[in-house]
């Protein structure tokens, strides 16, 4: 009989959620009653949602737990792992029967994400045991040319994971032909995009690959030395790396002669980002490992030409790296399968936003992003209405809900006005308001301007300023024209990525919901209710108690009543600052 | 553009309030020395040590690693991460990505600084909190999300943020 696991996901989704607590726990109780379990880790499934999730797999198969706190462990312990009688009200997914949840795996085809949540990620040992450095050792083995290695990335047809989409062998080739005494492989883990966490969630899951990956783009483009740039706000992905690299090192897969194969040689060391968004553009970011501003630099050269250093250099995304490994063990026709005629294989996506399951996801290029949210995502939770989900973070758009049935792959969602970006997907129902969206996008590329070309500098700020307005009240029927002008003049004159996108959140919720834009400018309203400024607050009799809280709170004296009684606000003297809804607690006061 | 105009910031440089022990750099400098692309990893290091980086430290750094004095400067006001003052003993990060902005994530802020009496970004006059604002924290499904310390608070309201910072400040004070 095989011994009983029980397994703990350790993301940081996870860890949020009280895994760590969970884990702690059960080790403690293993100890004290002497109970015979093999306890393991292991990182995110994608299945953030039902966190912390607990993994049992006995004799009878797997059961996977969500929503487990350290009293439902003690629970799952006691009822199923000493007396074989597993919880069905905690399952998510089990091999023995059908549940809701399992159709949030069943639509995704997990390539990049192939380890993640079925390793302990730092145990070298568990990747090698599911084929991990088995395309290093295939290289090595089958003496395969660098240009092979190449040809063979070409014909998958992967292209950029981080948001360019541009192909990654042609990259690899451009970086192989320029002869140099020295050459760079980077991995952008820079993860900077709000709503977005898949970089994360694979360097904590499966950090190996990853390294697997880069090792093979070094031995194609003949570079001896890689740098990986992660953000200094994932700690657990640092630590989880620098196990990683210390592991591969002792077994042979970096460091010189690589499984024995004489003058390859490989070393990755690991840069951590001091925060600024504008360093996941490349030249940005090599900027910023030599020390300097993260301001980008101008293109040509190209960084596979003058890179790191001056050297010729190849930057490639995380999850770009993940898939190298598979492409090279079963091919690039294998991975060219997958997908539409001009995105081969796989992408994920993070789901965040207005949706009942969040999470990660990956799923074949080509399905459609109705599919995503209501299939895998189980729709929009509370019974709202779906209204438009945002693609491509600060650089992308919004899509809006007629146009779900656009399927995901570079070209069709670029002709949307969106991104594909590095993968965030977030869900807006109709209690968002499509305005107070494109100010947050473009408060935030404001912010994060490195402040290098006037027009994104500038212009931003002027463009926010605009939408600060309309979203208060002051906006005038112009603002809408003035917006447009500003948007083509930035993506006209920046040097960046980020200047060149800045403006496509504005660009496309005025594109499909100019009429959210014409409510808060010509009827002054915001349809959503979102707007504060634009907000009437008013008591509502019934629910209120006289408790006199929002009286007392309220900063200009607008509401008045006595004690016991119902209050009444002053509609000429309210400034509409929400005071009063965020203090009461009875829901008594209404917004229209 | 996250610069601040340094004619007004330098005055600011803040003259620690108790003696820097310089020589809590050395192993640091050590490390480095001679290195290239250093500024950033030193500058890290150094907010590590001291939790932020004091003005003697700049001069010191500069000093010993041959680097410009304006050059640490101008990294250090660049990035996020690089903090010129002293923070409080707890620092409560409040998430505002994509995913808690569309779920309220304002109002935890708003009613945060209404409670502690601070605008974002600053110390409150105790010495016990420092509030910020952060992009994305990585935990979207459980949004909105606000971090203090290792600990993680999800799905969040205004009041409920208010009541674990009294909480954690009754704690603290006995």
């Known amino acids: 009989m095989t011994k009983t696991k029980v397994i703990i996901g350790l993301g940081s989704c996870g860890v949020a959620a009280g895994a760590g607590k969970v884990y702690k726990k059960i ?49 799952l312990i006691n009822k199923h ?51 991990g450095y088995g395309a290093v050792r295939k290289i090595v083995e089958n003496k395969i040319p660098p240009e092979n290695v190449i040809k063979e990335v070409m014909d998958s047809g992967l292209r950029g994971r981080g948001g360019g989409g541009f192909p990654t062998g042609l990259k690899w080739k451009f970086a192989h032909k320029n002869k140099s005494d020295n050459k760079y492989i980077i991995c952008n883990a820079d993860e900077g995009d709000p709503g977005a966490f898949m970089d994360r969630s694979l360097l904590e899951g499966d950090p190996h690959s990853v390294l697997e990956g880069m090792i093979i783009a070094g031995y ?104 190298i490994p598979w492409i090279i063990d079963k091919g690039g026709s294998a991975y060219a399968k997958y997908g539409t005629e001009k995105s081969k294989g796989t992408k994920v996506f993070a789901l965040a936003g207005k949706i009942n399951h969040g999470g990660l996801v990956e799923v074949p290029m080509g399905i459609t992003i109705k599919d995503v949210i209501f299939k895998l995502g ?54 968002t308001c499509m305005v107070d969206v494109a100010k947050f996008f473009l408060d935030f590329t404001r912010k994060e301007s490195c402040g290098k070309c006037t027009f994104c500098r500038v212009g931003t700020k002027r463009m926010l300023e605009i939408l600060i307005r309309i979203t208060e009240g002051e906006g005038e029927t112009k603002d809408m024209e003035k917006l ?32 959210e834009y014409e409510a808060h400018i010509s009827q002054k309203k915001c349809p959503s209710l979102t707007c504060k400024k634009l907000l009437t607050y008013e008591v509502n009799e019934e629910n209120c108690t006289g ?21 009444f606000i002053k509609q000429d003297i309210c400034i509409r600052c929400g005071v009063c809804f965020n203090k009461c607690k009875f829901d008594a006061i209404n917004l229209s | 553009m996250r610069v601040k105009r340094i004619s007004k910031k330098i005055p600011e440089l803040p003259e620690s309030p108790e003696k820097v022990d310089l020589s809590l750099l050395d192993p640091l400098i050590e490390k480095f020395s001679g290195k290239k692309g250093i500024t950033i990893p030193v500058l890290q290091g150094a907010q590590e040590i001291f939790g932020f980086i004091p003005r003697e430290v700049f001069i010191r750094l500069s000093e010993e690693l041959n680097l410009e004095l304006n050059e640490l400067y101008g990294v250090a ?49 105790d010495g016990l909190f420092t509030l910020e604002s952060v992009a994305c924290l990585g935990c979207c499904s459980l949004a909105p999300v606000m971090m203090i310390g290792d600990e993680t608070y999800g799905k969040l309201t205004g009041n409920e943020a208010v009541k674990i910072i009294k909480e954690l400040k009754l704690k603290e004070k006995n």
């Open chain 1, 378 to 431: 189980g729709g929009i939770p509370g019974g709202k209405k779906f209204k438009a989900v945002q693609l491509g973070g600060p650089s992308g758009g919004c899509i809006p809900e007629y146009l779900s049935s656009t399927v995901v792959d570079f070209d069709s969602v670029t002709a949307t006005g969106a991104i594909m970006g590095s993968g965030g997907m977030v869900v807006m129902d109709e209690t």
């Open chain 1, 484 to 515: 447009e002008e500003l948007a083509y003049q930035i993506k006209d004159s920046s040097l960046c990525g980020l200047g060149q996108t800045a403006p496509n959140p504005v660009l496309t919720t005025l594109k499909y919901f100019r009429d």
């Open chain 2, 77 to 125: 006001t660049f990035y996020a991460q690089f903090r010129l003052s002293p923070v409080g003993k707890m620092i409560i990060k409040v998430c505002h990505g994509t995913a808690c902005h569309v779920q309220n994530a304002g109002t935890i802020t708003e009613s945060l600084q209404e409670s502690l009496k601070v605008e974002d970004g600053c110390t409150t006059e």
């Open chain 1, 81 to 131: 792992v000493n007396n074989n009688n597993p919880v069905r009200d905690y399952i998510v997914v089990t091999d023995l029967y059908d549940t809701p949840d399992r159709k949030y795996l069943e639509g995704q085809v997990k390539i990049a994400l192939r380890n993640c949540g079925m390793i302990d990620p730092e145990i070298i040992a568990e990747y090698e045991e599911r084929g």
């Open chain 1, 220 to 323: 194609a483009v003949g570079a001896n030395e890689g740098v990986i740039y992660c953000r200094a706000e994932y700690p657990l992905a640092l630590k989880r790396l620098a196990i990683a690299i210390e592991q591969a090192e002792d077994r042979g897969y970096l460091g010189s002669n690589i499984l024995g194969k004489e003058g390859f040689d490989f070393r990755i060391t690991v840069k951590e980002g001091a925060g600024a968004f504008v360093c996941g553009e490349e030249t940005a970011l090599i900027a910023s490992i030599e020390g300097e501003r993260g301001m980008p630099r101008k293109r040509p050269p190209f960084p596979a030409e003058s890179g790191l250093w001056r050297k010729p250099s190849n930057i490639n995304n995380v999850e770009t790296f993940a898939n």
């Open chain 1, 547 to 567: 408790c006199t809280v929002c009286a007392k709170n309220c900063p200009v004296d607008a509401i008045e009543g006595a004690r016991k009684e119902v209050h």
């Open chain 1, 27 to 75: 080790s403690e109780l293993k100890e004290a009653e002497n109970l015979d379990f093999e306890l393991g880790k292991t990182s995110c499934v994608g299945m953030c949602y039902r966190e912390p999730l607990v993994e049992v797999i006995d004799e009878n198969g797997s059961f996977l737990y969500g929503g487990i706190d350290e009293d439902k462990a003690v629970e």
